[in-house]
């Protein structure tokens, strides 16, 4: 079945620990996004990457890092630096240059859910 | 920064009523809008995506979108108790190529 894993899907980190969020998709999406949803609150777009070896920051980014060396892989890190990074962690992918200019919509892994300890 | 609006509820309807879900955007140049569906702890799910001005059917679903008043809608006819989620819109951001959504508009369907 094609689609996206995320795991894990749920994650703990200690204070001033780095944590590594892992994305794989087997749709041939272009595209791969992640966002970060807090309670209450729609999502916010961290990094996004249109192909591979190549990701911009969105909205959120400092204190997130990702790479994309393969396209079916998008793993967040989330550094030291993030002071508040408990949230519900999303990956999403979407055809991007190969679907239609139009229908660019997303497809969403099941969620990591991080927490500090 | 452009900006997706929507109501956050809770939107109460009664089974079987049609539920009308609203979201403005401020990108002008914006082309194509998208509604999901969340359920609590859940990830977001696509309902349905529009880019042309009018209306767009679905089953019980409905879209309609106004480009020149930048407002995006969706009616949900007959009402079910498993629609009571967080409905999320969504608009295509020109420059990004990414999805920028709205904070949601949490409906209950009361049985």
């Known amino acids: 079945d094609g689609g996206i894993t995320q795991s894990p899907k749920y994650l703990f980190r200690k204070e001033g620990q780095n944590v590594t969020l892992s994305c794989e998709q087997n749709?041939?999406?272009?595209?791969m996004y992640w966002y970060r949803q807090d309670p209450g609150q729609g999502l916010r777009l961290i990094y996004y990457?249109?192909?591979?070896?190549?990701?911009q920051k969105g909205d959120i980014a400092e204190g997130y890092s990702v790479s994309r060396e393969k396209k079916e892989s998008f793993p967040l890190t989330v550094t030291s630096a993030q002071k508040n990074p408990t949230a519900f962690y999303l990956c999403a992918s979407s055809p991007g240059r190969m679907g239609k200019k139009e229908n660019t919509e997303a497809f969403f892994g099941q969620g990591t859910r991080l927490t500090v300890v | 920064q452009k900006e997706v609006e929507q109501n956050s509820g809770p939107l109460s309807v009664p089974e079987g009523a049609i539920a009308s879900l609203n979201c403005t955007y401020s990108?002008?140049?914006?082309?194509?809008f998208f509604w999901y569906r969340q359920y609590s702890g859940k990830s977001p799910e696509l309902i349905m995506f529009?880019?042309?001005?009018g209306d767009k059917e679905d089953g019980r679903f409905t879209a309609q979108l106004n480009k020149a008043s930048q407002y995006v809608s969706l009616l949900i006819r007959d009402s079910q108790p498993s629609d009571s989620a967080t409905y999320l819109c969504?608009?295509?951001?020109?420059?990004?190529?990414?999805?920028?959504f709205g904070s949601g508009t949490r409906l209950q369907v009361q049985p």
């Open positions: 990108d002008r140049g914006s082309q194509s």
């Open positions: 749709l041939n999406h272009d595209a």
């Open positions: 529009i880019y042309s001005n």
């Open positions: 990457s249109q192909i591979v070896n190549d990701f």
């Open positions: 969504a608009v295509r951001d020109t420059g990004r190529r990414a999805l920028t």
